[in-house]
T-cell receptor
Framework: AQSVTQPDIHITVSEGASLELRCNYS??????LFWYVQSPGQGLQLLLK??????LVQGIKGFEAEFKRSQSSFNLRKPSVHWSDAAEYFC???????????FGPGTSLSVIP | EAQVTQNPRYLITVTGKKLTVTCSQN?????MSWYRQDPGLGLRQIYY???????DKGDVPEGYKVSRKEKRNFPLILESPSPNQTSLYFC???????????FGPGTRLLVL
């Protein structure tokens, strides 16, 4: 069965430090891949997505993610974290043959001033 | 403004009292979906709809109903709510099933 794992439940980083959030998926073919962010009390907003082509994708708010087929991973990165980046981050996988998107459990990010 | 709206935003009810959470989108999207969010479990899909009059079960459909009579509306119905349905609910829409989803602000439900 298809699944998405985010190994880190909670991460704390200092403002200005770099960030990497991990995402691994289980799916036979190349899926569609998404990262969403949920700020406190808000709905989810798309950060970036990968459908095909260049495996390094740029998103909003200075985020980027790299698709690595050999590792079944789609890790999210940001070179310098801002206090406003504190939020919950969800990796999601689109499964075309099933008309659905599967979300990971989320990683909660705290930013220390 | 393109958006997904949900009502109510907060709801406290008692076991067995039927309730409906409304969802509406103004983007002419074909695909709509309901999720519930619980700590440590992420978002789990309850039901989805590919288009008007086309609905299907997601991963956790038990205890819920939906309907899609109009393209813009996708209400979630709890015929007989139970405490294990206490959760944060999100409605989402997208042009097609694999496209970017646009989420509503969420409905926080407490069933006593």
């Amino acid at each position: 069965a298809q699944s998405v794992t985010q190994p880190d439940i909670h991460i704390t980083v200092s403002e200005g430090a770099s960030l990497e959030l991990r995402c691994n998926y289980s799916y036979g073919a190349t899926p569609y891949l998404f990262w969403y962010v949920q700020s406190p009390g808000q709905g989810l907003q798309l950060l970036l997505k990968y459908f095909s082509g260049d495996t390094l994708v740029q998103g909003i708010k200075g985020f980027e993610a790299e698709f690595k087929r050999s590792q079944s991973s789609f890790n999210l990165r940001k070179p310098s974290v801002h206090w406003s980046d504190a939020a919950e981050y969800f990796c999601a996988v689109g499964v075309p043959s099933y008309d659905k998107v599967i979300f990971g459990p989320g990683t909660s990010l705290s930013v220390i001033p | 403004e393109a958006q997904v709206t949900q009502n109510p935003r907060y709801l406290i009810t008692v076991t067995g009292k039927k309730l409906t959470v409304t969802c509406s989108q103004n983007m002419n999207h074909e695909y709509m979906s309901w999720y519930r969010q619980d700590p440590g479990l992420g978002l789990r899909q309850i039901y989805y709809s590919m288009n008007v009059e086309v609905t299907d079960k997601g991963d956790v459909p038990e205890g819920y109903k939906v309907s899609r009579k109009e393209k813009r509306n996708f209400p979630l119905i709890l015929e007989s709510p139970s405490p294990n349905q206490t959760s944060l609910y999100f409605c989402a829409s997208s042009l097609r099933s694999q496209e970017t989803q646009y989420f509503g602000p969420g409905t926080r439900l407490l069933v006593l």
